[in-house]
């Protein structure tokens, strides 16, 4: 079984910065790709940005040049710094992995940016 555990969620001005850590345990055979995803309230949820096992990455056009994804192969993790924050950036930030052709996700991590 293999569990995701997100953490660096909080409550931060907007322009400010916060960095989202995402770690994988289990038993991880291969990863096709690591992703980032949010929700924010009475919203769908909607991708923010992917990172591949070969380290080729995607962003939503919402987030491109403010929000960068990494990944760090030995540890199992993936990033997610986020810069020049705005409000619409507000959401349950989730991380999901993509093993074979089964998914994973995270519990989620709240960011909360103020006006």
């Known amino acids: 079984q293999v569990q995701l555990v997100e953490s660096g969620g909080g409550l931060v001005q907007a322009g400010g910065s916060l960095r989202l850590s995402c770690a994988a345990s289990?038993?991880?055979?291969?990863?096709?790709?690591m992703a980032w995803y949010r929700q924010a309230p009475g919203n769908e949820r909607e991708w923010v940005a992917t990172i591949t096992s070969d380290g080729s990455t995607n962003y939503a056009d919402s987030v491109k040049g403010r929000f960068t994804i990494s990944r760090d192969n030995a540890k199992n993790t993936v990033y997610l710094q986020m810069n020049s924050l705005k409000t619409e950036d507000t959401a349950v930030y989730y991380c999901?992995?993509?093993?074979?052709?089964?998914?994973?996700w995270g519990q989620g991590t709240q960011v909360t940016v103020s006006s």
């Open positions: 999901r992995l993509k093993s074979g052709a089964t998914n994973y």
């Open positions: 289990g038993s991880i055979f291969s990863i096709n790709f």
